[in-house]
């Protein structure tokens, strides 16, 4: 019984865990929509950014024309 026990509360600890990083996810994606209204050339970089680190590792020559668009962007505000 004592293990039934000690497994539920681990369940709960992770149960409550999951909720927390959801939540700061929420929050993540509103401060982006946020930030996308005020600056929207800002924003768009971090997107394109955030999405050519995620092709890196599968996709590395995709992933040079993802930074080659990051710069483009950055540099046509300036």
């Known amino acids: 019984m004592r293990l039934i026990g000690t497994l539920l509360v681990i369940c709960m600890v992770f149960a409550v865990m999951k909720l927390a990083v959801m939540a ?6 509103i401060r982006l929509l946020m930030a996308t209204l005020k ?10 950014m955030l999405a050519t680190m995620s092709l890196i590792e599968a996709h590395p ?5 993802g930074f080659s668009a990051t710069a483009m962007v950055t540099a046509i505000g300036k």
């Open 24 to 29: 700061l996810l929420i929050a993540l994606g």
């Open 39 to 48: 600056h929207p050339r800002e924003a768009l970089g971090f997107m394109l």
């Open 61 to 65: 020559w995709i992933a040079l024309v």
